[in-house]
């Protein structure tokens, strides 16, 4: 087996671990976030609007997700009272979404159960291999 092959194989191997992974992952964030009312992929909106408001389309890109699915999770949210919209004077026909009291207040708890969460996970990894982890991700997500 040439050199070639067998590195196209171990990419595959990574990326088919990758999407096993996600799922664990977003199993376990909706494992956390249930007690406020939230599934993991309303939690990764709302955290980004943590840093301001912003459009759906916006929220889209910096995810790398379809604007349609994340769409579809800002209307769950908008409907739950945990996203409210304001005039966008950059573009009348997208508001910015915002934060509502009831997702800060979630988001608050949200904190301390990841950072345990978090904590507990990476004691079970050395860090050598998590910075290589990162390091490995972020050269793969540029290459792609």
Same mark, same amino acid.
């Given at each position: 087996m040439s050199s070639r092959t067998s590195r196209a194989e171990?990419?595959?191997?990574?990326?088919n671990e990758i999407f096993v992974a996600n799922g664990a992952l977003l199993?376990?964030?909706?494992?956390?976030t249930a007690e406020v009312g939230l599934t993991a992929a309303q939690w990764q909106v709302v955290g980004f609007l943590e840093d301001g408001p912003a459009?759906?389309?916006?929220?889209?890109?910096?995810?790398g997700l379809r604007r349609q699915s994340v769409q579809e999770t800002v209307n769950r949210l908008l409907r739950d009272g945990m996203l409210?919209?304001?005039?966008?004077?950059? +573009?009348?026909?997208?508001? %910015?979404?915002? *934060?509502?009291d009831q997702a800060r207040a979630a988001l608050r708890?949200?904190?301390?159960?990841q950072a345990a969460w978090a904590d507990g996970v990476a004691a079970g990894l050395p860090s050598? +291999?998590?910075?290589?982890? %990162?390091?490995? *991700?972020?050269?793969?997500?540029?290459?792609?």
């Open positions: 171990r990419l595959t191997q990574l990326v199993a376990a964030g909706d494992a956390l459009t759906a389309a916006e929220l889209a890109r910096r995810r409210t919209r304001a005039d966008n004077p950059a +573009d009348a026909r997208a508001p %910015l979404l915002q *934060l509502s708890v949200l904190g301390a159960k050598e +291999d998590l910075e290589t982890t %990162l390091r490995t *991700l972020r050269a793969l997500r540029g290459l792609v």
